[in-house]
């Protein structure tokens, strides 16, 4: 299944069901996550598991992110943008 780029405002939330936090940005096939106490990240959509009633899972588990764990290097998967 293909998804599309999250709306602004939509909640984020883990495949373990945590809440990280809003989208607040989008560009192309990625997304930026306000994610409090945290430096935002990008994700692209390919991290998307299912999109519902205004609200985006993710395809990674709460463990995973905390970790610091990146997949790709080309907007595949979970990744981190380092803005200046």
Not at 45 to 58: H, K, N
Not at 62 to 79: C, N, P, T, W, Y
């Amino acid at each position: 299944m293909t998804f599309r780029t999250p709306s602004i405002g939509a909640k984020v939330v883990t495949r373990d069901g945590h809440l990280l936090g809003t989208v607040v940005a989008a560009a192309g096939s990625c997304f930026k996550v306000d994610i409090p106490l945290w430096p935002d990240h990008w994700f692209g959509i390919d991290a998307i598991a299912a999109e519902r009633d205004g609200e985006v899972r993710l395809r990674l588990d709460k463990d995973a992110f905390s970790s610091g764990r990146r997949e790709g290097i080309e907007h595949l998967g979970f990744h981190v943008h380092h803005e200046t």
